[in-house]
T-cell receptor
């Protein structure tokens, strides 16, 4: 098993550009989520999905879109990048929900200039 | 919604000493409390967790205690070693059926040789 795979590992965007962060898992986990990590602020939930076709907002959803067409993939789209979206982004998956441990991807370090 | 406070933000201990990190949560219905370790530049990894029907859980040198009345839980690391140096995050999860882990802001633990 590869676990949770995120691409790219690093990305630099100009303000206003759009891009998609990719996340895939091969563990047949129903639950997937996206977090952003900023210094001193821990991990904040952006969006999550409880299964294919079902997504919902987390704590900080503005400026981001998600979709879940398959169990394996959960891409995060930045619609119009802003410097405030400079962060490290982690995708995570869980076997059965928020009361089980997460497996995290290796992260994407995004810089918006 | 749930709020999780974590203290201290930084902690330095001598090798061989014990370290204790404390978290307080706000939602009395929360029922799952995981701890994650994140080494520099790496992804968070689950190290131990506890459910609300258990007061204490141990795994070798690490243990977690839960006080439901006071709504706080703690991570205890005994006989600390340099490889324990990392950032530790606590989290609290509301009852089954939801998917919104809320993380604490993290504790940077330094084990001094």
């Amino acid at each position: 098993n590869a676990g949770v795979t995120q691409t790219p590992k690093f990305q630099v965007l100009k303000t206003g550009q759009s891009m998609t962060l990719q996340c895939a898992q091969d563990m047949n986990h129903e639950y997937m989520s996206w977090y952003r990590q900023d210094p001193g602020m821990g991990l904040r939930l952006i969006h999550y999905s409880v299964g294919a076709g079902i997504t919902d907002q987390g704590e900080v959803p503005n400026g981001y879109n998600v979709s879940r067409s398959t169990t394996e993939d959960f891409p995060l789209r930045l619609l119009s990048a802003a410097p405030s979206q400079t962060s490290v982004y982690f995708c995570a998956s869980s076997y059965a929900g928020a009361d089980y441990g997460y497996t995290f991807g290796s992260g994407t370090r995004l810089t918006v200039v | 919604g749930e709020n999780v406070e974590q203290h201290p933000s930084t902690l330095s201990v001598q090798e061989g000493d014990s370290a204790v990190i404390k978290c307080t949560y706000s939602d009395s219905a929360s029922n799952y409390f995981p701890w994650y370790k994140q080494e520099l530049g790496k992804r968070p990894q689950l190290i131990i967790d506890i459910r609300s029907n258990v007061g204490e859980k141990k795994d070798q040198r690490i243990a977690v205690t839960l006080n439901k009345t006071a709504k706080h839980f703690s991570l205890h690391i005994t006989e600390t070693q340099p490889e324990d140096s990392a950032v530790y995050f606590c989290a609290a999860s509301p009852p089954s059926g939801t998917y919104k882990y809320i993380f604490g802001t993290g504790t940077r633990l330094k084990v001094l040789a």
